[in-house]
């Protein structure tokens, strides 16, 4: 089970960090990831880091302003975002994909367990 927290409504230029808790898995073995969903829109990949967090993989919109950490030890995942804009307002979703898994890690489909989702609304 996966639980994130930590969206709100933050300014443009501003920063947020978003959090996600596993529980009920070996988090240790999962490849977590951020997806985002705006009204309309499907949802898309923000970024992604390995199983012991050596590996991180980042969407162009993402690069250089959001960084995703972990803690295995605490089972959670952190999406870190700043210099936030009004297109990055979305639902964020947290997701797990087991290891080994052959399906594309950038889509939807490429992730096994999914968090509710928590609101991000950036203000221009």
């Known amino acids: 089970q996966l639980q994130a927290f930590g969206g709100g409504l933050v300014p443009a230029g501003g920063s947020l960090r978003l959090s996600c808790v596993a529980s009920g898995c070996s988090f240790s073995t999962y490849t977590m990831a951020w997806f985002r969903q705006a009204p309309g829109k499907e949802r898309e990949f923000v970024g992604a880091?390995?199983?012991?967090?050596?590996?991180?993989s980042y969407a162009d919109s993402a690069e250089g302003r959001f960084t995703i950490s972990r803690d295995n030890v605490k089972n959670t995942v952190h999406l870190q975002m700043s210099s936030l804009k009004s297109e990055d307002t979305a639902v964020y979703y947290c997701?797990?994909?087991?290891?080994?898994?052959?399906?594309?890690?950038?889509?939807?489909?490429?992730?096994?367990?999914w968090g509710q989702g928590t609101q991000v609304t950036v203000s221009s």
């Open positions: 880091l390995s199983r012991i967090g050596g590996i991180t």
């Open positions: 997701g797990a994909r087991k290891a080994f898994s052959t399906t594309n890690p950038i889509i939807p489909e490429g992730y096994d367990y």
